[in-house]
């Protein structure tokens, strides 16, 4: 009986979306037009600014030390520290990076296939510690931005669509007197949420998987990885910014104010998840913040997957953070849940 009922309003929830012609349309085109948009607007060209990759292994840095502090006289060059030489050598073979230094050894690489990195040497080679550093070469294509950007795009869609679709639906269903009758049938309140959940979920990962393929077929975008594990990272990142409305929505009594919550939830992730630009030279404390957020993990790993061709094995950090910020959020919104306006 429990599944019949689940069955019933996960199907109710279903045609109303499909029957609002302008949500299903929104939820479809305006992300495709967005990555076209970006695919026209950034498939040529780079920008002019230098980035050097600095391999650390403790809080002291080539850009501290005394050996190297003509490279800070230097302008237009950026410096990033990094604790992992294999991922700061990933981002200069994708030439998001155009040279890396190793602080731990006397080596640094350069991209064979960048000119960027060809220059960069040339200008650093004035430092004569530099000169005493021997050369490592790598290889491989520029990632362009609409790539780059495409994760982004598709995980900030998801995050729209999860926060409002649950969050201004479930409203007005409370403010409507839907939830009050609903609450006189055998329903409890776990049932009515798991399929809430459900219907958006299976909402979402259709529309997504369809953005993205069309993206990546059509545009000739990058996909390095597997289209099964961008579908599973997809559906944690789905319940876990699902299970964020739910909150947001299990007892706000006007969508006035669950609208004024949603934004103030979605804005920051918009901006500190990596969608637009990455965070990798942002301080510290704000990189701590942002990996508190589900759109981080979502788009970082969606990211590894269609550019890095990452395996399921090294998306399980991501995986569970989601779960967790999933599980943490169901859980406060099944304890909190008001059928009615008055709570």
């Known amino acids: 009986?429990?599944?019949?009922?689940?069955?019933?309003?996960?199907?109710?929830?279903?045609?109303?979306?499909?029957?609002?012609?302008?949500?299903?349309?929104?939820?479809?085109?305006?992300?495709?037009?967005?990555?076209?948009?970006?695919?026209?607007?950034?498939?040529?060209?780079?920008?002019?600014?230098?980035?050097?990759?600095?391999?650390?292994?403790?809080?002291?840095?080539?850009?501290?030390?005394?050996?190297?502090?003509?490279?800070?006289?230097?302008?237009?060059?950026?410096?990033?520290?990094?604790?992992?030489?294999?991922?700061?050598?990933i981002k200069l073979r994708q030439h998001q990076l155009d040279l890396v230094i190793d602080d731990n050894s006397d080596q640094y690489w350069l991209n064979q296939l960048s000119g960027k990195g060809y220059l960069i040497e040339k200008i650093l080679a004035s430092e004569s510690n530099?000169?005493?550093?021997?050369?490592?070469?790598?290889?491989?294509?520029?990632?362009?931005y609409v790539d780059w950007v495409l994760p982004g795009i598709l995980g900030m869609n998801m995050m729209f669509s999860g926060l409002f679709g649950i969050g201004y639906v479930i409203v007005r269903?409370?403010?409507?007197?839907?939830?009050?009758?609903?609450?006189?049938?055998?329903?409890?309140?776990?049932?009515?949420?798991?399929?809430?959940?459900?219907?958006?979920?299976?909402?979402?990962?259709?529309t997504s998987m369809f953005i993205a393929s069309s993206c990546i077929f059509v545009l000739d975008l990058t996909m390095n990885g597997s289209f099964i594990n961008l579908f599973?990272?997809?559906?944690?990142?789905?319940?876990?910014?699902?299970?964020?409305?739910?909150?947001?929505?299990s007892r706000s009594k006007s969508e006035e104010f669950a609208g004024g919550l949603l934004n103030m939830v979605s804005w920051p992730m918009m901006f500190l998840s990596g969608v637009w630009f990455s965070l990798d030279s942002a301080h510290p404390w704000l990189q701590w913040g942002a990996n508190l957020l589900p759109l981080t993990h979502l788009v970082s790993g969606m990211r590894s997957v269609m550019l890095d061709g990452a395996t399921l094995?090294?998306?399980?950090?991501?995986?569970?953070?989601?779960?967790?910020?999933?599980?943490?959020?169901?859980?406060?919104?099944?304890y909190r849940f008001s059928w009615g306006e008055q709570g």
């Open 130 to 144: 530099f000169l005493q550093r021997r050369k490592q070469t790598v290889a491989g294509e520029a990632i362009r």
């Open 173 to 206: 269903y409370r403010k409507n007197g839907v939830l009050k009758r609903l609450k006189a049938t055998p329903l409890s309140a776990s049932e009515f949420i798991f399929s809430q959940i459900l219907s958006r979920m299976f909402i979402q990962l259709l």
């Open 1 to 89: 009986m429990m599944l019949t009922r689940i069955i019933a309003l996960w199907h109710a929830r279903n045609l109303e979306f499909v029957r609002d012609r302008a949500s299903l349309s929104w939820n479809l085109l305006f992300p495709l037009l967005l990555v076209v948009g970006f695919y026209f607007a950034f498939s040529k060209g780079e920008t002019a600014q230098y980035k050097v990759g600095v391999v650390i292994s403790s809080e002291y840095s080539v850009i501290s030390s005394d050996n190297f502090s003509g490279f800070k006289q230097l302008k237009y060059i950026e410096f990033v520290d990094y604790q992992s030489r294999d991922e700061a050598l």
């Open 232 to 249: 599973v990272l997809m559906f944690f990142g789905s319940f876990s910014l699902i299970a964020v409305g739910l909150l947001v929505a």
């Open 313 to 334: 094995w090294s998306l399980l950090p991501n995986i569970g953070a989601l779960l967790a910020i999933a599980l943490l959020c169901i859980s406060i919104s099944a």
